[in-house]
T-cell receptor, first 119, second 112 residues
Framework: DTEVTQTPKHLVMGMTNKKSLKCEQH?????MYWYKQKAKKPPELMFV???????INESVPSRFSPECPNSSLLNLHLHALQPEDSALYLC??????????????????FGAGSRLTVL | GENVEQHPSTLSVQEGDSAVIKCTYS??????FPWYKQELGKRPQLIID?????GEKKDQRIAVTLNKTAKHFSLHITETQPEDSAVYFC???????????FGTGTRLTIIP
């Protein structure tokens, strides 16, 4: 299995809803990432988990709450979102964290994304 | 932190011609520079990457060059084909850093 799988593909939610995005990989990767991508913009890093521990939080508002239950799974819990949070949310993984210097181990593999619309 | 600038923002090339996209970076300690291709509605996919200990890397029609002194790196696509049409993002990563900083993207259109 060489893929990162994200569910759901599309999500529409109201500002008072609570929902979650899920990400799964079975490549044995030990680093997982959440990125946010607005239309015609590059991916923006939100969170990094390395060996199931949160290693980077890019000052993301608390209405986004990440969770890494085990080395294969990454969740993003959503609560009280704003319309401007509508975007494509991309999960990615890499063999080890990007800080590691081992050649080939830093390659990010992205999932297909979850397109979120907040009404 | 790292800052990556990318030019041009759009590029149209006749099929069969070459395309070149350039990026500059700010952190002289950066040591890893990948290029991602993102087709409309799809995920970003790595097409080639280069580390700071080499100056050039090729993979069939795609090549990347790195000039550490000038702090810039470029993507070269030769014999372009319609399926090369996509948005291309460069990125840079500082030494010992967990974060990949992306350029603003180049929309490449191959004209048949």
């Amino acid at each position: 299995d060489t893929e990162v799988t994200q569910t759901p593909k599309h999500l529409v939610m109201g500002m008072t809803n609570k929902k979650s995005l899920k990400c799964e990989q079975h490549m044995g990767h030990r680093a997982m990432y959440w990125y946010k991508q607005k239309a015609k913009k590059p991916p923006e890093l939100m969170f990094v988990y390395s060996y199931e521990k949160l290693s980077i939080n890019e000052s993301v508002p608390s209405r986004f709450s990440p969770e890494c239950p085990n080395s294969s799974l990454l969740n993003l819990h959503l609560h009280a979102l704003q319309p401007e949070d509508s975007a494509l949310y991309l999960c990615a993984s890499s063999q080890i964290g990007l800080a590691g210097a081992r050649s080939g181990a830093n390659v990010l593999t992205f999932g297909a994304g979850s397109r979120l619309t907040v009404l | 932190g790292e800052n990556v600038e990318q030019h041009p923002s759009t590029l149209s090339v006749q099929e069969g011609d070459s395309a070149v996209i350039k990026c500059t970076y700010s952190d002289s300690a950066s040591n890893y520079f990948p290029w991602y291709k993102q087709e409309l509605g799809k995920r970003p996919q790595l097409i080639i990457d280069i580390r700071s200990n080499v100056g050039e890397k090729k993979d069939q029609r795609i090549a990347v060059t790195l000039n550490k002194t000038a702090k810039h790196f470029s993507l070269h696509i030769t014999e372009t084909q319609p399926e090369d049409s996509a948005v291309y993002f460069c990125a840079g990563k500082g030494f010992g850093n967990e974060k990949l900083t992306f350029g603003t993207g180049t929309r490449l259109t191959i004209i048949p």
